[in-house]
DNA sequence: CAAAACTGGTTTCATTTGTAACCATCTAAA
DNA sequence: TTTAGATGGTTACAAATGAAACCAGTTTTG
């Protein structure tokens, strides 16, 4: 191991993130080929679907999408008639987003999908190799949270 | 745990896109604040730094770039003149890409601060943490790559 | 209360990206 | 050979993205 060279082939950052995109990437088609959706507007489906009413901020927060993203994906499930917007009765720039029956439809059809390919993904481990991404990812999680 | 709700925090794909595109952001400071290299620059430049001289499908092989991104990758770094391009001698279609001397010191510059980040990253985790990460990273990517 | 500072959310603009079409060259089959 | 397909690499075009400016409404402060 030459100490000027770096080995891409094990350089975590880079690891983490083909690895990401691989998964992300076969992961969209349940949203992308079935529905034609953006993965943000998938996060803004999975984010009212888990959690009913929320605020476009909050969305953001919940889904770690930067505010543009979550303000183009909500005009397009809107647009779609998959979500509705309430105006708070206290403050009036604020929205509170919620799924229609459509987008609730939707969700409800596509989250089978999602937990079958996680657990058929997990399922190509063995016991401890499970374990071990698990708590990986957790740690690293953790300790960026912490800076 | 409802049975028809999908827990995005703790959904793999999820939790593993966000931990790399953070990670990812951190890591390209070090190459797109010092020199404004864009992140299929820095793996082009760090492809041919660890392995010498490359074709362009080789690079985009080694480093898990689309050939597009490639091309861009080649193209600007020669306009920087850190990489010059040798036409094949049986095919003329292949040119062998290489570094510059100063495509050569840019990279020999970063590949320190790139290290460094990775052990500053690794030494938030505890000995067993990272023994997790990197085994579920590897455990991961030989199913995907068992495809 | 008025001005300044802030916040929720949208829009604009430039950059990045992916798909597909496209050259040029090479290889295999008729 | 000649032609049909593959392959290395670039380009054109449309869509996705991020930064910064922006608007409307709210809070703070003098």
Redesign the pocket.
Same mark, same amino acid.
């Given at each position: 191991m030459e100490p000027d060279i770096l080995e891409l082939e094990s350089f975590l950052p880079y690891r983490l993130y083909r690895l990401a995109d691989t998964v992300s990437r076969e992961f969209s088609r349940i949203y992308n080929e079935r529905h034609g959706l953006?993965?943000?507007e998938w996060r803004t489906l999975s984010g009212l679907g888990e959690c009913g009413t929320m605020?476009?901020?909050?969305?953001?927060e919940q889904s770690a999408?930067?505010?543009?993203?979550?303000? +183009?994906a &909500?005009?397009e499930l809107e647009r779609r008639r998959w979500l509705t917007?309430t105006p708070?009765e206290?403050? +009036?720039? &604020?929205?509170?987003?919620a799924l229609t029956k459509a987008g609730l439809a939707a969700y409800r059809e596509m989250v089978p999908l999602a937990k079958a390919f996680e657990r058929e993904l997990l399922g190509r481990l063995s016991e401890e190799e499970r374990t071990a991404i698990t708590r990986g990812v957790a740690a690293l999680e953790g300790a960026l949270s912490a800076t």
């Open positions: 953006t993965r943000p605020t476009a901020t909050e969305l953001g999408m930067h505010k543009t993203k979550v303000s +183009r &909500v005009a917007r708070d206290s403050d +009036r720039r &604020v929205e509170h987003l």
